[in-house]
């Protein structure tokens, strides 16, 4: 249930992160780091996949050699991002918020986000897709 929870949730400081404004979470982008309680895990394979666009979001992840999907809205006030979920291959999120204050890298390519969801915390760092063929900041929290 927590690898559900965390991979279905869609959103500490490093030296040069910014707070999320207008504009910055537009695109695509993939899981690349998360921990669980502070213990980090792989990456599922594929990796999952979060796009954002005008004020909506998508995330797609494959779970038990199955793919799954959150669908939904966002908004972002004062630094803070909030996703509802409308539509979702687990029909018991749907409604479901979650609120989040991204930290974005200078670059604005890379963000992590900690979360408390009461029984665990966890940890996500997401980057932009283009940071395969663009030179991207890379801060990673442990060697790997």
Not at 8 to 37: C, I, N, P, Q
Not at 52 to 64: A, D, K, Q, T
Not at 88 to 104: K, M, Q, V
Request: one cysteine or more.
């Amino acid at each position: 249930m927590k690898k559900i929870l965390l991979i279905l949730l869609v959103f500490s400081s490093f030296s040069y992160g910014h707070s999320a404004s207008k504009g910055d979470f537009m695109g695509t982008w993939r899981l690349v780091e998360y921990a669980v309680d502070g213990k980090y895990q792989d990456v599922p394979s594929p990796t999952p996949i979060k796009m954002y666009m005008n004020g909506e979001f998508v995330i797609i992840f494959y779970l038990e050699n199955k793919i799954h999907f959150n669908k939904g809205k966002y908004a972002l006030k004062e630094g803070e991002a909030t996703e509802t979920i409308l539509a979702s291959s687990t029909e018991t999120l749907i409604g479901e918020e979650i609120s989040f204050r991204p930290n974005f890298m200078g670059d604005k390519n890379s963000f992590y986000i900690n979360l408390d969801l009461g029984d665990y915390k966890t940890f996500e760092r997401w980057e932009k897709t283009h940071c395969d063929v663009v030179k991207c900041a890379k801060i990673r929290t442990r060697k790997n």
